[in-house]
């Protein structure tokens, strides 16, 4: 059975896409057959996993108006088990399309159940809002994934978040789950970073990964070079961290079952 993970957080910067890029390639550096969903119209895990978003026939906006099937949209083998399905600029404009339209929140979700069997994870990346695109992510997703980046305002938005997620259990999907939260962009220098996953820990009753994603600006280079960090700089901190997150999501994933 393949799992279908959302990463979302509606505040901008606090690792979703470097977590979605790295998480992705991580998973299929271990054998696992990965489709990496980008529901962002930057597209920067689109071109972060080397696929050069302009330029490809299909994109996650055709999809999303009924334009393309998803087997259109797909890039086959970006990387070794790894397939993405990858958005621009013109995704911006699907909200627009879709005022009126019905069943609008179930798009994505239709499209995936066609060709989830040939995987083993689905990542999906989502913008930084609680828009039409990040709930048809949480309707499409087993679980959600929550990056946290380690600053003073780490806690703002939460509750928002996590009431948007209920939201969606009690009315689009029952069985969306929220997997966890993630730390990213720690510094062991400052007692800031310390701090705030302590605070969270105390104030959050939500699993919390073990692997605690470090500052480390490998992971910040990476994508000018349309590459993930496991291949960029495999003995960089940042590529150790998201090979341990990756494991820790294999492990919990069997633990679930
Ligand atoms: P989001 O998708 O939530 O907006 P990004 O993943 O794009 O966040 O990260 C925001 C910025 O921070 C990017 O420039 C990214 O390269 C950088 N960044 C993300 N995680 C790290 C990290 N662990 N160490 C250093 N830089 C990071
Ligand atoms: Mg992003």
């Known amino acids: 059975?393949?799992?279908?993970?959302?990463?979302?957080?509606?505040?901008?910067?606090?690792g979703k896409t470097t977590t979605a890029i790295n998480l992705s390639s991580c998973l299929a550096s271990f054998g696992k057959k990965v489709l990496s969903i980008d529901l962002d119209p930057q597209g920067n895990m689109s071109s972060g996993l080397g696929v050069d978003k302009d330029e490809v026939e299909y994109n996650a906006y055709d999809l999303i108006i009924g334009?393309?099937?998803?087997?259109?949209?797909?890039?086959?083998?970006?990387?070794?088990?790894?397939?993405v399905l990858p958005s621009n600029i013109n995704l911006s404009a699907a909200e627009i399309e879709l005022i009126g339209v019905d069943n609008k929140e179930f798009i994505i979700r239709d499209e995936v159940a066609r060709v989830r069997d040939n995987y083993d994870y689905v990542i999906i990346d989502c913008p930084p809002a609680l828009s039409m695109l990040t709930i048809n992510a949480m309707t499409t997703a087993d679980s959600v994934l929550v990056p946290i980046?380690?600053?003073?305002?780490?806690?703002?938005?939460?509750?928002q978040l996590i009431h948007t997620i209920e939201?969606?259990?009690?009315?689009?999907?029952?069985?969306?789950?929220?997997?966890?939260?993630?730390?990213?962009?720690?510094?062991?220098r400052t007692n800031l970073s310390l701090q705030v996953v302590e605070n969270v820990k105390d104030n959050l009753d939500q699993t919390i990964y073990k692997t605690?994603?470090?500052?480390?600006?490998?992971l910040a280079e990476a994508p000018s070079y349309g590459m993930p960090i496991n291949l960029y700089d495999p003995k960089s901190t940042g590529?150790?961290?998201?090979?341990?997150?990756?494991?820790?999501?294999?492990?919990k994933g069997e633990e679930d079952d």
């Open 1 to 14: 059975m393949s799992r279908i993970i959302a990463i979302a957080n509606q505040k901008g910067g606090v």
């Open 67 to 83: 334009n393309a099937k998803i087997e259109d949209c797909i890039c086959k083998n970006v990387i070794e088990n790894l397939d």
């Open 149 to 159: 980046q380690c600053e003073y305002y780490a806690l703002e938005g939460l509750s």
């Open 167 to 188: 939201l969606v259990q009690e009315r689009l999907n029952p069985s969306l789950k929220i997997e966890g939260v993630v730390f990213t962009m720690y510094d062991a």
């Open 212 to 218: 605690i994603i470090p500052r480390n600006i490998r």
């Open 239 to 251: 590529a150790e961290s998201y090979m341990l997150l990756a494991e820790e999501v294999i492990n």
